[in-house]
């Protein structure tokens, strides 16, 4: 099972100690498709190098490919770009095209 949510749904204490919130919209899916949609949006927040971190930790953690979880961006992009905010469509388009298909 995976859940998703995205970088607002995290708070980290002062202790460094991250707690998840808000399991409105806790489903079953692919964790490598959970976390692509989580890795963008951290990039739509500006955090970049936040993205890459929780990339490479969920990969690490997890024993998958990061290739495999970057696959997943061009379809997630596609889908949050017809249900996110207009202002990000352009980004998210941008990122349809990052994979070739064979």
């Not at 995976?2 to 489903?27: C, E, G, L, Q």
């Not at 970049?48 to 290739?67: H, M, P, R, V, W």
């Not at 202002?87 to 349809?96: A, G, K």
Request: charged share 20%; hydrophobic share 40%.
């Amino acid at each position: 099972m995976s859940w998703r949510f995205n970088p607002s749904n995290i708070i980290i204490t002062k202790n460094d100690v991250p707690y998840i919130i808000d399991w409105s919209h806790a489903t079953m899916g692919n964790a490598s498709a959970d976390v692509a949609r989580t890795y963008l949006l951290f990039w739509l927040s500006g955090d970049i190098d936040g993205a890459e971190k929780y990339l490479n930790l969920f990969c690490k953690k997890s024993d998958t490919a990061k290739q495999y979880v970057q696959k997943w961006i061009p379809i997630v992009a596609a889908s949050q770009s017809v249900k996110g905010k207009p202002e990000e469509r352009e980004f998210l388009l941008h990122w349809v095209n990052v994979v070739d298909y064979q």
